[in-house]
C-alpha cells in the first residue's frame, strides 16, 4: 500500500529564512502534486511534477521531484508571512485515475 | 471560468441520520473523486468517477457511496451517520483519464462541512 510521510510536521519559521519540506513516498509514481491549504479552506494547487528531476518554481516555492528516491521536496526561500498555510503532497499511482494518496502535511508559520 | 462547486456547504446531522452532498465539477471535467478530511486521519481518497462509472473507492464502509451523472455533476451519500463521520468532504475535479500526461490536476471545491451530533 502507498505511504507518504512529510517532514516536518510542524514548521515554524522567521521571515526571510529559507527551508525545505520532504515528502517521501513508498511506491514507485512518476506523478507528484503540491497543494496548499488555509484554515477552513479547500486546497490549492501548487505544482504538478510529472518526470524524474522535475522542478517548478512559483515566487518563493520550488518543487523538485526524484523518482529513484522516492522524494519531493518543497523549498521556501526567503519566507513572508502570507506563505503561513498547510502544505500536502500527493502521490498518485496510475495515468488513468485520479486517486490521490496525500501526505499528512506540513503546518508552516511564518513570524516577523 | 467557474471553479468546483460543492452544496451545501456546512451541514448539521443525527447519528443514524443520513446526508447527500452534492458536487458540480469544472466545466469540460469528466473526473470527479471525493475525499475526507478529518483532524486525525488527515486527506483520505473516498471515490473517483469518470463518465459515470466509478473507477476507484477507497477503505471506507458501504455506508459511504456516490454516483456520478450524465453532466458529470456528482453526489455522495452517507448513510447511518457515525459520530466518526464528522469532517471537511471535499470534491476534486479534472479532465479525467489521461490528464495527468498534459500536467492537469485535481482541483478542489470549498468543501463540505459535516457536523454530526
Known amino acids: 500500500e502507498l505511504k507518504v510521510e512529510q517532514n516536518p510536521l510542524f514548521l515554524s519559521m522567521q521571515e526571510g529564512k529559507n527551508y525545505t519540506i520532504y515528502c517521501n513516498y513508498s511506491?514507485?509514481?512518476?506523478?507528484l502534486y503540491w497543494y496548499r491549504q488555509d484554515p477552513g479552506k479547500s486546497l490549492e494547487s501548487l505544482f504538478v511534477l510529472l518526470s524524474n528531476g522535475a522542478v517548478k518554481q512559483e515566487g518563493r516555492l520550488m518543487a523538485s521531484l526524484d523518482t529513484k528516491a522516492r522524494l519531493s521536496t518543497l523549498h521556501i526561500t526567503a519566507a513572508v508571512h502570507d506563505l503561513s498555510a498547510t502544505y500536502f503532497c500527493?502521490?498518485?499511482?496510475?495515468?488513468?485515475?485520479?486517486?490521490?494518496?496525500f501526505g499528512t502535511g506540513t503546518r508552516l508559520q511564518v513570524f516577523p | 471560468k467557474a471553479g468546483v462547486t460543492q452544496t451545501p456547504r456546512y451541514l448539521i446531522k443525527t447519528r443514524g441520520q443520513q446526508v447527500t452532498l452534492s458536487c458540480s465539477p469544472i466545466?469540460?471535467?469528466?473526473?470527479v473523486s471525493w475525499y475526507q478530511q478529518t483532524p486525525g486521519q488527515g486527506l483520505q481518497f473516498l471515490f473517483e468517477y469518470f463518465s459515470e462509472t466509478q473507477r476507484n473507492k477507497g477503505n471506507f464502509p458501504g455506508r459511504f457511496s456516490g454516483r456520478q451523472f450524465s453532466n458529470s455533476r456528482s453526489e455522495m451519500n452517507v448513510s447511518t451517520l457515525e459520530l466518526g463521520d464528522s469532517a471537511l468532504y471535499l470534491c476534486a475535479s479534472s479532465l479525467g483519464r489521461g490528464s495527468h500526461m498534459i500536467g492537469d490536476t485535481q482541483y478542489f471545491g470549498p468543501g463540505t462541512r459535516l457536523t454530526v451530533l
Open positions: 511506491t514507485t509514481s512518476d506523478r
Open positions: 466545466s469540460g471535467h469528466r473526473s
Open positions: 500527493a502521490v498518485d499511482l496510475s495515468y488513468n485515475t485520479d486517486k490521490l494518496i
